[in-house]
């Protein structure tokens, strides 16, 4: 399970909260006098997530995400689509004689109609995933309530284009 610590920046009434957290993949190779361009925005991003624990605003979380249903999710969405073809483009070669039509021009048709079924299953398979909940992130536990200062909580500006991050300037 993935886990990252985050401040929270705002609750809302349906049980969802919005939550600073460190941008850390993409600025962890950059170091003083590089201008890698990486994160244009903020060193911060705000995601909202599930609001299990409670939290309040100006609370340190822990927010998870479960890494084995990405896995799943991913491996859905890009292996579906890619058997679909391999699978139509096999049977479409293989039925081309009877069709009257070029193996080459079969394998293409049923390779395209394959690609698609297998894009529109992964999507509705992803869907369902999405409804249940299962692919978003959850406070999971408060580290420290009402945080009066954290790194996270200094200059936590979602919409300013401005900002570099701290190693990139």
């Not at 799943?72 to 699978?87: D, H, M, S």
């Amino acid at each position: 399970m993935a886990q990252r610590r985050g401040l929270v920046v705002r609750v809302e009434k349906d049980g969802w909260a919005q939550v600073a957290t460190e941008r850390k993949g993409a600025c962890d190779g950059c170091g003083p006098g590089h201008n890698c361009q990486s994160c244009l925005s903020t060193s911060k991003i705000v995601t909202q997530v599930l609001n299990k624990a409670g939290a309040k605003a100006g609370d340190l979380v822990t927010v998870s995400l479960d890494s084995e249903m990405i896995l799943k999710n991913a491996a859905v969405l890009y292996l579906l689509p890619v058997v679909g073809l391999v699978a139509s483009a096999l049977l479409g070669a293989d039925l081309s004689a009877d069709w009257g039509v070029s193996e080459t021009q079969a394998a293409i048709g049923f390779g395209v109609a394959g690609l698609c079924l297998g894009f529109f299953i992964a999507v509705f398979i992803s869907k369902r995933m999405s409804a249940n909940n299962r692919l978003t992130p959850i406070i999971s536990r408060i580290i420290q309530p009402g945080a009066k200062y954290s790194p996270l909580s200094h200059n936590v500006q979602p919409d300013n284009k401005k900002n570099m991050c701290a190693g990139c300037h």
